[in-house]
């Protein structure tokens, strides 16, 4: 398999913010595995860019239909609250990027993607929240961008685990040239260890059904 030129990586993370109101799976897993990954980063000199999902509580730019409390202001994070700051145990650290977007990817209509090109990168290493929503609008279209995709997918969670195995093989289908790690085989990696990740090779690999997707989601695994 490929390795990845660390000097050409980012680590980019979705909404890993405080806000609690979709209920996400494992979350406490998704922010030790986080930190690790951070951590090893900022050893290494790989860059660490956050997005920040935004909603004003003015109500200027929101989404259309974007859902609202009975006293007009935005229901998911809202500014002016802490369920907007990225959560305690991997928040940002002087030397970090933190990008701040008003709809689901982090690319539309931000500065990422120029963030990404002044640095040299051409290997995104990326995960967060949710992975049906945020993550998943990112990776396409980072790959639309022609960045590599590492998808690390113990990082990254939703509201159910359907929801979130569903959209990995989607974008282990359709994501070209894109390879899906788990933390710790990523870290093997990148210490010129034996390592297990999964590469697609072609469109259209993983052909699975309602009946079949927790059988075809492990082969992610082996």
Not at 59 to 82: M, R, S
Not at 114 to 142: A, E, P, Q
Request: some cysteine; proline content about 4%; aromatic content about 10%.
């Amino acid at each position: 398999m490929r390795k990845v030129d660390l000097k050409k990586t980012a680590l980019v993370l979705i909404d890993l913010q405080k806000e609690s109101k979709y209920g996400i799976e494992g979350l406490e897993e998704i922010v030790a595995n986080t930190r690790l990954l951070v951590d090893t980063c900022r050893s290494l000199g790989v860059p660490v860019i956050y997005t920040r999902q935004i909603n004003r509580e003015d109500g200027v730019a929101l989404p259309f239909q974007e859902p609202l409390n009975v006293d007009g202001k935005p229901i998911f994070y809202c500014t002016g609250t802490e369920d907007m700051e990225v959560i305690d145990d991997i928040a940002p650290e002087p030397g970090d990027i933190v990008i701040d977007k008003y709809r689901w990817s982090g690319f539309y209509e931000t500065s990422l993607d120029l963030t990404l090109r002044s640095l040299g990168v051409k290997h995104l290493v990326i995960g967060g929240l949710v992975t049906d929503g945020c993550l998943m609008t990112s990776v396409f279209d980072g790959f639309f961008r022609d960045y590599q995709v590492n998808l690390v997918k113990d990082i990254s969670g939703a509201t159910n685990s359907g929801a979130h195995m569903a959209s990995i093989m989607i974008m282990a289908n359709w994501v070209y040239g894109i390879k899906i790690y788990d933390t710790e085989e990523l870290l093997k990696q990148w210490k010129g260890e034996d390592y297990f990740a999964w590469e697609a090779t072609g469109p259209d690999q993983l052909q699975f059904t309602p009946e079949n997707m927790r059988e075809v989601f492990q082969r992610l695994n082996k």
